[in-house]
């Protein structure tokens, strides 16, 4: 279970005072972006939970949060019993991140980019090799598994990052947007793979723009917008508040008077 209780996080920012100094210098004066605003909820475990919202509202800044790469202004984390701010290694032992960036060691195989993080988790012998053989083949992996990652296409990346990510079995796994850009194959594998971690009774919570992904995947759905949550339910209460029979309408319609409401 990931408990989020009343989480807020500002950044600070630069601009200008209108004040001017002698010689016509512009004085700089900070200012802060709010980029959550006192969000709250529990995710539960053996549900899958998508999160979705326009760009810049909030969505990675909340994962960021929730896996202790960020500090919150106000609020608190837990994973489990563990406080994220208070003892963050506990809290990400129980954690599976796949980041918007996969970052992978170009010089590494695939099998050795898993097995590396693997080992980072505390895994070593016969147990890590068999979850990295049971990942690989989950995701369709054969025949890159012994490649090197330079050169990996976007889906061969995103596969070996995903499996990284989840090579030790983490209660609790966070996706940002891990189909964005992948194509047919390499999408149903990833989807596969969210569906079995459910059914073994993981928590699993990611972000992403696909309508259709979302309403066939999830659960549990959040709309986040401009650091707010605006609606958060099953599909159907989500078609619900946006008073519409499909997602996207149901989407647009809740987030678009927020979007008027910035730009007035």
């Not at 970052?103 to 590494?108: C, V």
């Not at 889906?155 to 194509?183: S, W």
């Not at 066939?216 to 401009?226: A, F, M, P």
């Not at 987030?255 to 007035?264: D, G, N």
Request: glycine share 10%.
């Amino acid at each position: 279970m990931i408990r989020v209780e009343h989480l807020s996080k500002n950044f600070a920012t630069k601009k200008s005072s209108g004040f001017h100094f002698p010689g016509g210098k512009k004085a700089i004066s900070p200012a802060l972006i709010t980029a959550l605003d006192d969000v709250s909820f529990t995710l539960n475990d053996g549900e899958i939970t998508g999160l979705l919202g326009l760009n810049g509202a909030g969505k990675s800044t909340l994962m960021r949060l929730i896996y202790g790469l960020l500090q919150p202004s106000a609020g608190e984390v837990w994973v489990n019993e563990h406080q994220v701010s208070r003892n963050p290694n506990a809290a990400r032992q129980q954690l599976g991140v796949l980041p918007d960036d996969t970052g992978l060691y170009k010089r590494l195989t695939a099998r050795e980019n898993i097995r590396y993080f693997g080992e980072l988790q505390g895994l070593e012998g016969h147990v890590l090799e068999q979850s990295i053989d049971q990942l690989i083949s989950w995701l369709g992996m054969d025949n890159i598994a012994g490649r090197r990652a330079e050169g990996f296409s976007l889906g061969e990346r995103m596969k070996t990052a995903l499996a990284r990510a989840i090579v030790h079995q983490p209660q609790h796994v966070l996706l940002d947007e891990p189909t964005n850009g992948l194509d047919v194959i390499t999408t149903r594998a990833v989807r596969r793979l969210l569906h079995e971690l459910k059914l073994q009774g993981r928590c699993v919570i990611f972000s992403s723009h696909l309508m259709h992904e979302v309403s066939g995947l999830c659960d549990r759905i959040i709309v986040i917008s401009h650091g707010k949550i605006l609606a958060d339910g099953n599909l159907e209460a989500i078609l619900d508040a946006g008073k519409s029979h499909n997602l996207e309408d149901a989407f647009v319609n809740l987030v678009q008077p927020q979007e008027e409401q910035q730009h007035a």
